[in-house]
Nanobody
Framework: VQLQASGGGLVQAGGSLRLSCAAS????????TGWFRQAPGKEREFVAH????????YYADSVKGRFTISRDNAKNTVYLQMNSLKPEDTAVYYC??????????????????WGQGTLVTVSS
């Protein structure tokens, strides 16, 4: 499975971006998918997760109410819509996929496949 993340860029505080994560080699509908981010000098942290099957979503407290994760099975793509962006959202964003719903979705070790990352910069 290969994941390709895209959609990052430079945006002013309060603005919006939509990140995309396209998969090849496996359909996303059979994979649980998460978004993580890593700011300079910090550890990679959980952002959002969507389960396989019933598409239940989970969010980090820091993004709840501002970010939305969704999937389009026809396009084999998972999205992260980011609204009301803040400077502290600046990071490289990674998508990740796993083939089961077991394990803690907020742990990086729970995922089998990772995309290459896309940079989001939010200016104040």
């Amino acid at each position: 499975v290969q994941l390709q993340a895209s959609g990052g860029g430079l945006v002013q505080a309060g603005g919006s971006l939509r990140l995309s994560c396209a998969a090849s080699g496996r359909t996303f509908s059979s994979s649980a998918t998460g978004w993580f981010r890593q700011a300079p000098g910090k550890e990679r942290e959980f952002v959002a997760h969507i389960t396989r099957g019933v598409d239940t979503t989970y969010y980090a407290d820091s993004v709840k109410g501002r970010f939305t994760i969704s999937r389009d099975n026809a396009k084999n793509t998972v999205y992260l819509q980011m609204n009301s962006l803040k400077p502290e959202d600046t990071a490289v964003y990674y998508c990740a996929a796993r083939t089961s719903n077991s394990g803690t979705y907020s742990y990086t070790t729970s995922y089998d496949y990772w995309g290459q990352g896309t940079l989001v910069t939010v200016s104040s």
